[in-house]
């Protein structure tokens, strides 16, 4: 177990910059994902903690030892990455002890580590089976157990459920937090997936363009986004966004948008009057029906069970409203959304930055 300290990381490809300048301190023990766009950065930070990669610029400490210039097999930690990379000719049991043997453990240290892995992860029926007799969730669960048996000071997953199918992703995404619960290894854990980034991590770094938008528990991020890309990346479906310049309106402070449709602000922020701003709504915050609201028009109804999805526009603005209601209504049909002031989100056109 150790914490994992990350300052002013940079890494450069010939004259490209992919990561610039991250800071993010792990503390012992802490289950923290890194997500973001696909070529955000991620598995190069990622590699770089392994040692996979050398760092351009500035250092990664594990523990209270700057581990820049030490060998990936000397820095104590275990990787597990999207395509398990079992070897096919060893069994379930050799795979898992290969790093042990390889490090000239004795053998009675081995089969206890490797009975220990196995117990916890559900894998002692299948100790004698090849890779290729396994289930794709159970190549995982080896993968994992490789990572297990090394008792590492740091796990570190780049992706390891992408090639699973949905149903899988969802039951291994809890064993591995469960895993987690009971190990208490502190963990680095990559994803583009954000629904995985908040049902896992005790905290979630959001990366775009190889820098870090924003770090928090991952309600802290949902309730208060740092910036539009936060605030449109974390949430499914995306928070609705539109532009405009906040006004002193007849009741109160209001935003008008180009098209002339006039959103409600909170009364205490005169401070944004004749500012250009964007203004958020998530999707499931928003009312449909009783009183006047925002009028829009519905292009498409798309029913889940257990809600349903109203695409539709403000003006010429695409907006998505989720209803726990069933609702009885049709494409081109008018309907009143309300917009409740304690659940926006507001930020400067300009930076993107909330306000
Ligand atoms: P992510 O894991 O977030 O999808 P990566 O860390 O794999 O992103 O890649 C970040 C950026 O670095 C991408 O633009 C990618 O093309 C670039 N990159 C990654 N590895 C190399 C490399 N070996 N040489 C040059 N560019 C690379
Ligand atoms: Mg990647």
Known sequence: MARVEISQLEKSYDDS???????????????????????????????????????????????????????????????????????????????????????????????????????????????????????????????????????????????PLSNLDAKLRVQMRSEIKELHQRLKTTTIYVTHDQIEAMTMADRIVVMQGGIVEQVGAPLELYDKPANVFVATFIGSPSMNLYSGTAEAGDGGLVMRTQEDVVMP??????????????????????????????????????????ETLLLCKVGSVNTVVVSRERVRLGPGDDISLIFPIERLHLFDEATGRRI
Not at 102 to 109: D, F, M, S
Not at 265 to 275: E, F, H, I, T, V
């Open 265 to 306: 602000l909170p009364s205490g922020r005169s401070d944004l009057a004749g500012r250009r701003i964007v203004y958020g709504i998530r999707p499931e915050d928003i009312v449909v029906g009783a009183g006047p609201g925002v009028v829009a028009s519905i292009s498409t109804i798309e029913p889940t069970g257990a």
């Open 17 to 159: 910059e992919v990561v610039r300048g991250i800071d993010i301190d792990i503390p012992d023990g802490e289950f923290v994902v890194l997500v973001g766009p696909s070529g955000c950065g991620k598995s190069t930070l990622l590699r770089m903690i392994a040692g996979l990669e050398s760092v351009t610029d500035g250092e990664i400490r594990i523990g209270d030892t700057v581990v820049n210039d030490i060998a990936a097999k000397d820095r104590d930690i275990a990787m597990v990455f999207q395509n398990y990379a079992l070897y096919p000719h060893m069994t379930v049991a050799e795979n898992m002890s290969f790093a042990l043997k390889l490090k000239g453990e004795a053998k009675p240290a081995i089969e206890q580590a490797v009975k220990r892995a196995s117990s916890i992860l559900g894998l002692d029926a299948l100790l004698a089976r090849y890779p290729k007799q396994l289930s794709g969730g159970q190549r995982q669960r080896v993968a994992m157990g490789r990572a297990i048996v090394r008792d590492p000071k740091v796990f570190l997953f780049d992706e």
